[in-house]
């Protein structure tokens, strides 16, 4: 069975870094796209980045814009996020997904608390 298992979050002050990982199993690893996403209590989930099958990278957040990078290694079957310049706003749980070859639904993990405070 698909299963993603996001890690890497906790707590980091503001302007520090992070890089969540998201580690695949249960699937073959390189048919499908990845996206990460964050979700506030109370706020809509919002979609932060994709990496297609080939590796090419898509950014949909304007928030984080210039401050995260998204990449996937196959080998062991991860896809991470690097985000950097940290804010207390990015403050969320960060989830990722994954969805296969000409599918419409997605697999989701449990997702990786993020908290930004001094």
């Known amino acids: 069975q698909v299963q993603l298992v996001e890690s890497g979050g906790g707590l980091v002050q503001p302007g520090g870094s992070l890089t969540l990982s998201c580690e695949g199993s249960?699937?073959?690893?390189?048919?499908?796209?990845f996206s990460w996403h964050r979700q506030v209590p109370g706020l809509e989930r919002e979609l932060l980045a994709r990496v297609s099958r080939s590796g090419d990278s898509v950014y949909f957040s304007s928030s984080m814009k210039g401050r995260i990078t998204i990449s996937r290694d196959n080998a062991k079957n991860t896809v991470y996020l690097q985000m950097n310049s940290l804010r207390p706003e990015d403050t969320a749980v960060y989830l990722c997904?994954?969805?296969?070859?000409?599918?419409?639904?997605?697999?989701w993990g449990q997702g990786t608390q993020v908290t930004v405070s001094s």
């Open positions: 997904s994954a969805r296969r070859a000409f599918s419409s639904s997605d697999w």
């Open positions: 249960g699937f073959t690893f390189t048919n499908y796209a």
